[in-house]
């Protein structure tokens, strides 16, 4: 006669649902989960799809992209970092981030670890196991009580920003010539309309102004973005096409020496808002802007904080579930009728504490707070 427990039958199915869906959702099996208590409340919660596409853009882009624990070890890192440090992408899981830097600029780690309002990008250097060096520029993506998220750009792309400046300096006219191997002088009017076709084919809208806010030229992006004809974007204050509530910040970056760099909302002609990243650049009388478009990136990282909220709940909830479930076994241990009941109660023991730790690393990834 075969022994059951009704008891024990019922945490087995228990701890097979929840392992089911544990497994399903760190697989990426799940497209969307109902979440709300009452009718009124639930509402649908898309995960796969938008997972899916931010981590094919994170793996693909050629910017380094790593997230790391306060402790600094390494919790994600996509192709392009692997390939900074010349490290297989499988061994770098839990390694210190502090082993593939230079040692001296290890001392400055620190402040990427608990990055502050404002903080500077930090430039560092890379080691490889050949001895090669990779040196980048760390940028703070995002950060929280558990991780930082950095993004590593190598500088020779930051140079291509200066070549950026340079195109600009060209297209307004304040570039008159170049000297070329220090002595023969190259005239730039004949080149003028190849670098001019250059800035009009730019993804970033372009804009030059005079040192009272006017505009004197905008390239195609930045007009087909704000939704006027050219000839009602030029001779007017760039400042009337800024979202009121951005002016006064528009006038700080003006203001400003040099340079200066800010976010702020356009006036487009069909009522949207789109947030853009302003740079400034001052060459002698005249303010250069480029305009990188955020909106995508805002509704993204919006999106990116909805799910990791989301995750962290559920982790909580996973947790709750379990807890009982390993009291229950305890029980089961000390009540076991026989051998074969001492035996499983063991196993659903042992897989317990295994997808404990698993909710446990989804917990401290994706905090509820």
């Known amino acids: 006669m075969e022994f059951t427990d009704p008891a024990l039958d019922s945490l087995r199915d228990k701890f097979h649902d929840a392992e089911a869906i544990c497994h399903a959702l760190t697989g990426g099996e799940i497209d969307a989960v109902v979440v709300g208590r009452t009718d009124e409340e639930k509402r649908v919660l898309l995960l796969s799809g938008a997972y899916t596409r931010y981590r094919q853009l994170v793996e693909d882009m050629i910017q380094g992209a790593v997230t790391i624990s306060t ?77 930082v998220t950095l993004l590593l750009t190598p500088i020779a792309l930051h140079e291509r920003d200066e070549a950026e400046a340079t195109l600009d300096a060209i297209r307004t006219g304040i570039v008159d010539a170049f000297v070329v191997g220090g002595k023969q002088v190259v005239m730039v009017d004949s080149a003028q309309a190849h670098y001019r076709a250059l800035v009009e084919r730019m993804r970033q809208g372009a804009v030059t102004v005079t040192p009272d806010g006017a505009i004197v030229y905008a390239n195609e992006r930045f007009v087909s973005t704000i939704g006027l004809p050219h000839g009602r974007v030029v001779g007017q204050p760039l400042s009337s096409m800024v979202a009121e509530g951005d002016r006064a910040a528009l006038q700080t970056m003006l203001s400003a020496g040099d340079s200066a760099q800010g976010e702020l909302k356009l006036r487009c002609q069909n009522g949207s808002r789109p947030v853009m990243l302003a740079s400034m650049t001052s060459l002698d009388n005249h303010k250069l802007l480029l305009f990188t478009d955020l909106t995508e990136q805002k509704r993204h990282e919006a999106s990116d904080e909805r799910t990791r909220r989301f995750l962290g709940m559920l982790a909580h909830e996973f947790r709750n579930i379990l807890a009982p479930i390993s009291s229950a076994t305890q029980v089961l241990k000390l009540k076991a009728a026989d051998a074969e009941s001492q035996k499983s109660a063991e196993v659903i023991e042992r897989q317990t504490s295994r997808l404990l730790a698993l909710v446990e690393d989804l917990r401290r990834v994706n905090p509820r707070e």
Do not use: C, W, Y
Request: hydrophobic share 45%; net charge negative.
């Open 71 to 147: 402790t600094g070890e390494i919790l994600f890192a996509n192709h392009a970092f692997a390939d900074m440090v010349g490290v297989a992408l499988l061994d770098l899981s839990r390694a210190p981030l502090q082993k593939f830097v230079a040692p001296a600029d290890q001392p400055n780690l620190a402040r990427l670890f608990k990055p502050s309002a404002g903080q500077r990008d930090l430039e560092m250097s890379l080691m490889r196991p050949d001895g090669t060096r990779a040196h980048v520029r760390a940028s703070v993506v995002s950060a929280s009580d558990d991780f």
